[in-house]
């Protein structure tokens, strides 16, 4: 099995240029999901792969509006719950 790389496609709907990203193991595989998907009228520019080692977006593990904190679990030390 081939390892899979992440592919940057900008294409053009109209005169607005948009950028997807599909994991595949070659650019041809990454343009023939893009077109299996892709509307009419769609055009793409460039397909690039995108480095490896590049830093990917940081995802929240909370949302940002949420006027509580997450959950943390406290265990009391000074009390012996084994014994009675």
């Known amino acids: 099995m081939k390892p899979m790389t992440i592919f940057q ?4 709907a109209g005169d ?4 997807s990203r599909f994991p595949a193991a070659s ?3 990454a343009r023939r999901v893009f077109e299996s998907y ?3 009228g769609v055009r793409i520019v460039s397909i690039e792969p995108v480095e490896p080692d590049a830093a ?4 929240p593990s909370h949302s940002p509006d949420s006027p509580f904190d997450p959950l943390v ?5 000074d009390i012996d719950e ?3």
């Open 9 to 12: 496609i900008r294409w053009l």
């Open 16 to 19: 607005k240029q948009q950028v």
């Open 27 to 29: 650019s041809a595989d």
């Open 38 to 40: 892709k509307l009419p």
């Open 56 to 59: 990917a977006p940081a995802i």
């Open 73 to 77: 679990a406290r265990r009391r030390l």
């Open 82 to 84: 084994d014994f009675k």
